[in-house]
């Protein structure tokens, strides 16, 4: 068995896992990367995946990170089947549509940003199988063209739709043969509606080998969710680390922190800004507000906005899929309480319903998409809430490294938003008690339930702090052997024999030339030297001019260096 690891491979997002065993080339999940420009540039390169020579793609759960490449890889030729379970495949097709309608949007706005450069450059084509003609996607030199690129939407509506005909359903606990030889089982992840971890059994030489992905690992006692299944054996366990450097707070202590929001800003007559994930996050605040609001800890003159049209969407799919939910929530629902219908939920789903909210006064919840506030109707809400002291901001989620949410998280005094400079004066809460992944104590709860010692792990899924010190932790006090692949590598697995990694680092990741970058502003720093002398002749409010760009400059090393 040949494993590359295309994505979530020493980072979060991108998982995209590709499995060759008797020739058979298949993938566990398809995500998109998401994170800094370098990192969006992995989505262009589809050489890597050669979608063509795909038999089929198992995907773990709906989320943007497992699944968002899925239209570009179906655009560029794959032609197999996509398994997902019932609530997978629903949530797939509302989450992809909107993922191609900010591509477009994206694309779009890049289109009308170079007219505006003067750039002769062509619209970017909306139907599906033009991109493709006209993009140099899949071009050795697509990383050089990227300003070219962004005008074409990396895929759009037409391709996501294209997608959903191939998705067939899977019921967890029944396994299945997508190839002959070749047994795949789902099994309840406890992550959001839907997820599963996946084992996949197969043999090579004569011999059987078992190997689980883990998804996104769930917790024990959600809210809407059963706990995660447990128990079984593997060869190798693929295990996710987001959070194996820490512990979560319970949900309680979350309930109580998400009150004293409320509490604070209601005293202040302002708002609750909450970004949100449009998925599982956003109905577990719904049911926390439920809680409180039985507990009398929402005070009934505060709406509760839910504006986020794909949010909106989730949750009815969520209510059309109850025989998944957990058993407290059937029980609820049996005596007629619905914990995703709050007395005063209020909805947005125009833009212009999602306006008003910015001039409205008084004080009010908005839950709002996207949950690191890099995209969507969220950066209004923080553009007219953050700078007001008395508002308060609860991040309950995962912050990605380089997002606007990660940046206010670990305490920015301001950040841009729409290219304007917003001061922080709100509140900001994190709140780590919603979270939907395991976190330490629970990853290593999870695991001690799979019996034999000889499994071996691969952690994947995680930031490098993550990831090795869950590999330390799992090393010592289980005693297996941990490995933690690069992206890119390609790892032989043969049980019972030492794991074979190769991985070519300068594609992975290319060397950064910093002697290079010095040696040139140097260079660029002697001219400006040797020219001071005709700055000085300048009429006096030239130089004036003159004088503030320099200082702009020194601000900007100031601030590289302090980031040091
Ligand atoms: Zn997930
Ligand atoms: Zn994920």
Redesign the pocket.
């Known amino acids: 068995m040949k494993i590359h690891f295309l994505g979530?491979a020493q980072a979060?997002?991108g998982?995209c896992y590709i499995l060759e065993t008797a020739g058979k080339r298949f993938s566990v999940d398809c995500?998109m990367h998401q994170g800094n420009a370098e990192i969006e540039k992995r989505n262009l390169n589809m050489e890597n995946y050669r979608p063509g020579e795909l038999d089929f793609i198992l995907v773990t759960h709906a989320?943007i990170?497992?699944i968002g490449l899925l239209p570009r890889v179906v655009a560029e030729g794959f032609k197999g089947k996509i398994y997902a379970t019932p609530p997978t495949r629903d949530l797939m097709q509302i989450l992809l549509l909107d993922s191609a309608h900010i591509q477009e949007m994206e694309a779009e706005q890049h289109h009308r940003k170079g007219l505006r450069r003067g750039h002769k450059t062509q619209p970017p084509p909306f139907a599906a199988g033009e991109r493709r003609a006209k993009g140099a996607a899949s071009a050795p030199h697509a990383v050089e063209r990227r300003d070219t690129m962004q005008e074409q939407p990396l895929y759009t509506t037409a391709d996501a739709t294209a997608t959903f005909p191939l998705i067939e359903a899977i019921e967890y606990n029944k396994p299945f043969e997508p190839a002959p030889g070749i047994r795949v089982t789902y099994r309840d992840a406890g992550h959001i509606l839907g997820s599963a971890f996946i084992e996949i059994e197969y043999q090579e030489e004569g011999k059987p080998a078992k190997l689980i992905f883990s998804g996104?690992l769930g917790r024990p006692n959600q809210l809407i969710l059963p706990d995660p299944s447990t128990g079984g054996s593997a060869d190798y366990v693929f295990l996710?680390s987001?959070y194996g450097d820490r512990d979560h707070k319970s949900a309680e202590s979350s309930r109580e922190e998400l009150a004293a929001a409320i509490a604070y800003s209601y005293k202040n007559g302002e708002k609750v800004i909450i970004p949100a994930f449009a998925v599982e996050r956003t109905q577990q605040i719904l049911y926390t507000l439920f809680l409180l609001d039985q507990e009398g800890k929402l005070p009934k003159d505060m709406p509760v906005y839910l504006d986020s049209p794909l949010a909106i969407r989730a949750t009815e799919i969520f209510r059309s899929h109850p025989e998944y939910f957990d058993d407290a929530t059937k029980a609820l629902l049996k005596q007629g309480k619905d914990p995703l219908a709050l007395p005063n939920l209020r909805f947005s789903l125009t833009a212009d319903e999602s306006r008003a909210l910015n001039t409205m006064t008084g004080s009010a919840v908005i839950i709002s998409a996207s949950g690191m506030a890099n995209a969507g109707r969220i950066r209004h809400h923080l553009r007219h809430n953050l700078w007001r002291k008395g508002a308060s901001v609860v991040f309950c989620g995962y912050q990605g490294e380089g997002t606007p949410g990660r940046k206010i998280v670990d305490g920015a005094k301001s950040i841009s938003i729409f290219g304007e400079e917003i001061a922080i004066a709100a509140k900001i809460f994190t709140i780590g008690g919603f979270s939907a992944h395991a976190g330490q104590a629970e990853i290593l709860e999870w695991l001690k339930t799979f019996d034999g010692k000889g499994t071996k792990i691969i952690l994947i899924?995680g930031e490098v702090r993550a990831l090795n010190k869950l590999s330390e932790l799992i090393h010592d006090r289980l005693g297996l052997e941990v490995h933690v692949p690069t992206y890119l590598e390609e790892l032989t697995l043969e049980p019972g024999k030492v794991m074979v990694p190769v991985v070519d680092i300068d594609k992975a990741l290319p060397r950064i030339d910093w002697d290079f970058l010095l040696a040139d502003s140097r260079t660029l720093y002697a001219e400006f030297q040797k020219r001071m002398e005709l700055a000085k002749q300048k009429p006096w409010v030239a130089q004036t001019e003159l004088r503030d760009r320099f200082m702009d400059v020194n601000r900007k090393i100031v601030e590289l260096i302090s980031e040091l």
């Open positions: 979530a979060v997002t998982s995500g989320h990170d497992h996104d996710e987001t899924h």
